[in-house]
């Protein structure tokens, strides 16, 4: 045992190396947060420069945003069991929530994918106008960040399947949870700072 390990706490917290890497994630958040408020301030100044595309409120539609915005933000919900379950030691449990977590971010991709496309058909695209170009990069580049955490949920998932639950996995699984939590607060912003306020204005 390390001469740094606790014997109480939450077991991703108990070696150091889980301390310090969490730690390690939360600084390399703090990075993320300044990289989408950088795409967030290009989009608002290209905000209106739609040339002769389409408006954001014509194209915008209200139930499949609120579709979306479900399914992410329940998978945030799921996300915060799967981490009850693994603090309660059940693995099973913990893999349960964590694969209906990844369905959920799934089909939020599905949705953006579809929305994407029918931009495209209507004349909207990442070459039609400034605004667009700020649009589908914002919203491109959350999307890919969420395609990345469905791919790192299925490694992990293989990774819980074969190692069960140690202090390793337990601080991955951990990390991981931090990461969705993040992308779901950057979807709060989008959907109000980029849908609702396209829709009205």
């Known amino acids: 045992m390390s001469a740094h390990e606790l ?3 939450p077991l991703e917290y108990r070696t150091q190396e889980g301390r310090m890497s969490i730690l390690g994630f ?6 993320e947060v300044v ?3 950088t795409l967030f301030a290009t989009y608002a100044v290209l905000f209106g420069r739609t040339a002769d595309a389409p408006h954001p409120g ?3 539609e209200i139930k499949t945003t609120l579709i979306m915005t479900f399914l992410l933000l329940t998978s945030s919900f799921t996300c915060g069991i799967a981490i009850h379950e693994m603090r309660r030691g059940s693995l099973k449990g913990l893999m349960t929530w964590l694969i209906i977590t990844l369905l959920l971010g799934l089909g939020f991709l599905g949705f953006e994918i579809y929305e994407f496309m029918h931009y495209a058909h209507e004349g909207a695209t990442l070459q039609s106008s400034a605004f667009w170009s700020g649009f589908f990069v914002l919203a491109g580049t959350h999307g890919l960040h969420v395609t990345v955490g469905t791919g790192w949920a299925i490694l992990l998932l293989i990774q ?3 190692r069960g639950l140690t202090n390793v996995t337990n601080r991955k699984v951990f990390i991981i949870s931090l990461y969705w939590h993040f992308l779901d607060v950057v979807w709060i912003f989008i959907f109000t700072g980029i849908y609702l306020i396209g829709m009205v204005i």
């Open 7 to 9: 014997k109480t706490g």
């Open 35 to 37: 990289l989408f408020a």
């Open 26 to 31: 939360w600084i390399f958040l703090g990075a």
């Open 160 to 162: 819980l399947s074969r």
């Open 58 to 60: 014509e194209l915008f």
